[in-house]
């Protein structure tokens, strides 16, 4: 699995608490840290439809889970345990979705 994020995002750092309270390996991607990272998270949410509402509230859509069979989830507390384990063998915040203003 693959986590999008900015250190500067509380619900971000929430999600990484969690995470690492669950002990669920992920590869984190900061979007903040360089172009190349933020790139590649705009491609992710100029074409997937999952972020079409988030994009039409005017939010940035972090934290974004993408998972090793393509599918994407925003919110952390909403996944099963089974759903961890599976992408867990394949090879996730406060769940909120942070916008241009903030939290």
């Known amino acids: ?11 971000c750092r929430q999600a990484e ?3 690492e309270e669950r002990r ?4 984190a991607v900061d979007i903040t840290a360089n172009t190349t990272s933020l790139k590649e998270f705009l491609h992710l949410r100029d074409t997937r439809k999952e972020f079409k509402p ?5 939010k940035i859509g972090i934290p974004c889970f993408l998972f090793s069979d393509g599918s994407i989830l ?3 507390n909403g996944w099963d345990a089974s759903r961890l384990q599976a992408d867990r063998e394949e090879e996730v915040p406060s769940p909120g979705i942070c916008g241009p203003d903030g939290c």
């Open 74 to 76: 925003f919110d952390v």
């Open 24 to 27: 669920v390996s992920y590869d």
């Open 17 to 19: 608490e969690l995470l």
């Open 54 to 58: 988030i994009k039409e509230e005017g």
């Open 1 to 11: 699995m693959k986590m999008y994020f900015s250190r500067i995002c509380p619900d």
